[in-house]
């Protein structure tokens, strides 16, 4: 197998041991080490069930028991796709006791995305919910399981049907968790994509641990508080900024939504006195509007923080006044860096900034296209390195050389300024992805779906404003032939077992795309020039 991993420099390694960011402890250490802090204490709430601390842990270690009953050894990688409930902590710490690696999936994934994913990590075993939002996982895991034969083994929660329970019999005596290497990888995030498939970004222990204690500590997170998981917990926002996991490190209660509207995340809200949450701006514009009309008490909500994508001022500066809590912009990336505004920082800061890195060890540079650094205030490409950004991409050396530099720095691919305070402000992006409602989609991935039906010849794909969405797909075709209706392109996207995010929204037909007087241009040029037209063309 192709080893998973993430290597810093030594002397920076020993730096970021010796200033306490990386503590040598596991996530198979902290949920026992929790568990036993706080064993009484509710960690999550989840329809109409409460499970406590000690509980939570008692069924990890069965899941775990049930996970090495089926052959799985440690450091097995698993891909994972379950919804936001109580048996996503039951599986993923179930996972981390076992010392075996969760890949993370989201529920909109569809067979191509997790086959993808389940080659390249290669993953022996598949975790599922059994039903979500009308969708039965059960079928799609027989699927990949005939696409990627290795996947051999399926646990569901909830109705196995033909697969196995999450839980082992219930007398396995839950065997001693390892003593796992807290600078090994800990679980596998996926990368929004920028060209091509999504890229897998390797985590470990000592550095996703770090994210998310310093995340408490800024967040205001503490055993007191309450978080509602509203976004899918698979993404990195939710699951650690601070997200779940941050909640579980303080002894917190987490509040599973089955989804993030308004009419189930308030009356949740009301009910558990939930105190902090994370939306994307399109989900925090929603809240927005319905609080001037909600019945409900949301007074208990002290923090909503808003990232993912950027929250235009016009609508962050309604958060305080309207939702009567303290926004917290956050921007973010799975690959490492975060960016808070401060609970205590000027309303000024909080409306108009994406805030500032976590860690004083967060190196940032701000350089133009030569590489040279900008004037303050400037925008420029934001490069950054640190205690928790990775220095790799798992297994993918063309990626790799494109996205970091040689001295280590990740280049993000945003377009950011930093005020004269140091906060950022996200000014733009270099890189072509889409970012629609904070899922971000690589305009190249559409692009080759779109290239495989026959009456395409040409297909270009770029992102136009929304007011709702942020951004948009819209799809610049040159059909070959007859153009085929809009709707018919539509349907065939959906039915090609991918993300139902990454089906165009707008689709524009046209005869021919633009070439320079000495040929081609590059697919980048082309895209920022059709964006540019359909702007001006309004
Ligand atoms: C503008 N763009 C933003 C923001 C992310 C916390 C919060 C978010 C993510 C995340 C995350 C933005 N304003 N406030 O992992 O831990 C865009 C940037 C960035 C990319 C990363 C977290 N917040 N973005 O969104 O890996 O373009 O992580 O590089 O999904 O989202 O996307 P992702």
Same mark, same amino acid.
């Given at each position: 197998m192709k080893p998973l991993m993430q290597q810093w420099p030594d002397d920076l390694a020993a730096h970021y041991r010796a200033r306490g960011?990386?503590?040598?402890?596991t996530f198979g250490e902290v949920i026992e080490r929790v568990a036993r802090d706080?064993?009484?204490?509710?960690?999550v709430v989840c329809q109409a069930r409460r499970w406590t601390y000690a509980e939570l842990l008692e069924r990890a270690d069965r899941t775990a028991a049930a996970f090495r009953a089926a052959g799985l050894e440690p450091g097995a990688r698993v891909v994972v796709q379950m919804p936001n409930r109580a048996e996503f902590l039951q599986v993923v710490f179930g996972l981390f006791r076992a010392g075996m690696i969760p890949v993370f999936a989201l529920p909109a994934h569809r067979l191509t995305e997790l086959a993808h994913f389940a080659r390249k990590a290669q993953a022996q075993a598949l975790v599922i919910a059994d039903r979500h939002d009308g969708f039965d996982y059960r079928d799609l895991a027989g699927q990949l399981q005939q696409a990627?034969?290795?996947?051999?083994r399926v646990f569901v929660a909830g109705d196995p049907g033909p697969w196995q329970a999450?839980?082992?019999?219930? +007398?396995a005596p839950p065997a001693a968790p390892l003593q796992a290497d807290?600078?090994?990888?800990?679980l596998v995030q996926i990368s929004g994509?920028?060209?091509?498939l999504s890229k897998l970004i390797p985590r470990t222990h000592d550095d996703y641990l770090y994210s998310i204690r310093a995340s408490n500590a800024i967040c205001g997170l503490t055993q007191d508080s309450v978080y509602l998981a509203?976004?899918?917990?698979?993404?990195n926002f939710p699951m650690s900024s601070p997200g779940i996991f941050g909640a579980i490190h303080a002894g917190a209660t987490i509040v599973m939504a089955p989804s993030p509207s308004p009419d189930v995340a308030f009356p949740l809200i009301e009910q558990e006195n939930v105190t902090i949450t994370g939306l994307v701006p399109p989900l925090a514009l929603l809240w927005l509007r319905a609080a001037a009309r909600s019945?409900? +008490?949301?007074?208990?909500?002290e923090v909503l923080q808003v990232g993912g994508a950027k929250f235009m001022p016009e609508a962050a500066r309604r958060v305080r006044p309207e939702l009567g809590c303290t926004l917290q912009q956050v921007f973010g990336m799975a690959e490492g860096l975060v960016n808070y505004t401060r609970l205590d920082d000027p309303e000024d800061v909080i409306v108009h900034t994406q805030g500032r890195p976590i860690?004083? +060890?967060?190196e940032i540079l701000i350089v133009d296209d030569r590489g040279a650094p900008v004037a303050e205030g400037e925008p420029g490409n934001l490069l950054t390195r640190g205690?928790?950004?990775?220095?790799a991409y798992h297994d993918d050396p063309a990626a790799n050389a494109r996205a970091f530099? +040689?001295?280590?720095?990740?280049?993000?691919g945003d377009v950011v300024a930093r005020t004269a305070e140091g906060n950022l402000v996200v000014?733009?992006?270099?890189?072509?992805h889409i970012n629609r409602a904070g899922e971000k989609i690589s305009a190249e991935e559409v692009e080759d779906h779109l290239l495989a039906?026959?009456?395409?010849f040409d297909a270009a794909v770029v992102s136009l404003p929304d007011p709702f969405l942020g951004e948009r797909i819209c799809a610049f075709i040159v059909p070959e032939g007859d153009a085929p209706p809009a709707a018919e392109i539509k349907r065939w996207m959906r039915a090609r077992?991918?993300?139902?995010?990454?089906?165009?929204d707008q689709i524009v037909f046209v005869e021919g795309f633009a070439t320079t007087a000495v040929g081609k241009i590059s697919r980048k040029e082309l895209r920022a020039r059709l964006r540019e037209e359909a702007l001006t063309n309004g």
């Open positions: 960011y990386w503590t040598g402890e706080h064993a009484g204490r509710t960690a990627v034969p290795a996947v051999s999450i839980e082992g019999p219930g +007398d807290p600078g090994a990888v800990a994509g920028s060209t091509g509203a976004l899918p917990v698979a993404h019945g409900h +008490d949301i007074s208990s909500l860690s004083p +060890d967060d205690p928790y950004t990775i220095r530099t +040689d001295d280590g720095y990740y280049r993000t000014r733009g992006r270099a890189s072509d039906r026959d009456d395409v077992d991918i993300a139902a995010f990454k089906v165009p």
